[in-house]
């Protein structure tokens, strides 16, 4: 029964262990304003993609839509990362 009681004891070392891993995961996992601007763009640069193969039809309408998904991605980007 010592050894189950000591192995749940807290130990300093572990304890700042263990924030350090949550600080590195934090740092690691994007935020969810980032995740979706990176998705406007990548979604305004797929659609001319699909033009392209032609799995959607050619019109202007498509093309400003492309182009404002993009345009709106990165201005956002470009705010959560601070730089505006």
Do not use: N
């Not at 659609?47 to 993009?70: D, E, K, R």
Request: net charge positive; charged share 15%; aromatic share 8%.
């Amino acid at each position: 029964m010592s050894k189950l009681t000591e192995a749940y004891t807290f130990k300093l070392a572990r304890i700042a262990l263990i924030k350090k891993r949550d600080h590195f995961i934090e740092k690691l996992i994007p935020r969810r304003c980032m995740v979706v601007s990176v998705g406007l763009i990548l979604a305004g640069l797929s659609i001319p993609v699909l033009m392209v193969l032609q799995l959607l039809s050619i019109t202007f309408l498509l093309g400003f839509v492309s182009l404002a998904l993009v345009a709106t991605g990165g201005v956002l980007a470009l705010i959560f990362c601070g730089e505006l």
